[in-house]
């Protein structure tokens, strides 16, 4: 079992839809969460950074942690069409290497 | 605020050469930068960790002596892909911790926008 599982996609969806991305994890040592944006052939942008349980809003976008359920999201609002990149969830335990998920594929066509 | 480059951005080089890949943090100090290798549609898989002034710390699998790496500096850390192959093709990206002392988020990674590397 990986430590990170995120479903691949590819997602498409229309634009304006809320988009719901989501990542599992089997260590309870984590407590850094990130969510990571990359477009094709460039590096990961980091879009959002969580430390503890709850919800964080930063625009369209919206990172949840739960971590009784060792589960977290990140909502799109409004999706756009140069929202179209793939999502990386992310996270660590601490001052470590970060332990990604798969990435998921987002199209957003108009 | 936070951002790491990387030179060049792409290069092509003939097999059994070796290529230099620089990733440098602009605006902060970083003890510590990781290097990634990336294939086409898959996620990003950890080479190495490099702290400033001592040796890098390979992941398992990662072959030290083909792929060096040196931080010399809190700004900059090279690999260098020894003897260079087909396989060795690959889009390979560097990231960058901050200090915590600079005030911005711990814990977390700046990315470089990748180097894309062809093997011929």
């Known amino acids: 079992q990986k430590e990170v599982e995120q479903d691949p996609g590819p997602l498409s969806v229309p634009e304006g839809a809320i988009v719901s991305l989501n990542c599992t994890y089997s260590?309870?040592?984590?407590?850094?969460f990130m969510w990571y944006r990359q477009y094709s052939r460039k590096g990961p942008e980091l879009l959002m950074y969580?430390?503890?349980?709850g919800n964080k809003e930063d625009g369209r976008f919206t990172a949840q942690v739960d971590k009784s359920s060792k589960y977290i999201s990140l909502f799109i609002r409004d999706s756009q069409p140069s929202d179209s990149a793939t999502y990386l969830c992310?996270?660590?335990?601490?001052?470590?290497?970060?332990?990604f998920g798969a990435g998921t594929r987002l199209a957003v066509h108009p | 605020g936070a951002v790491v480059s990387q030179h060049p951005s792409w290069v092509i080089c003939k097999s059994g050469t070796s290529v230099k890949i620089e990733c440098r943090s602009l605006?902060?100090?970083?003890?510590?930068m990781f290097w990634y290798r990336q294939f086409p549609k898959q996620s990003l898989m950890l080479m190495a960790t490099?702290?400033?002034?001592?040796?890098?710390?390979?992941e398992q699998g990662v072959e030290k002596d083909k792929f060096l790496i040196n931080h010399a500096s809190l700004t900059l850390s090279t690999l260098t892909v020894t003897s260079a192959h087909p396989e060795d093709s690959s889009f390979y990206i560097c990231?960058?911790?901050?200090?915590?002392?600079?005030?911005?988020?711990?814990?977390?990674?700046?990315f470089g926008p990748g180097t894309r590397l062809t093997v011929l």
């Open positions: 990231s960058a911790r901050d200090l915590p002392e600079s005030g911005t988020i711990q814990d977390t990674q700046y």
């Open positions: 969580t430390y503890s349980s």
């Open positions: 490099s702290n400033e002034g001592s040796k890098a710390t390979y």
């Open positions: 605006d902060f100090q970083a003890t510590t």
């Open positions: 260590n309870s040592a984590f407590q850094y």
């Open positions: 992310a996270m660590t335990g601490g001052y470590n290497k970060l332990i």
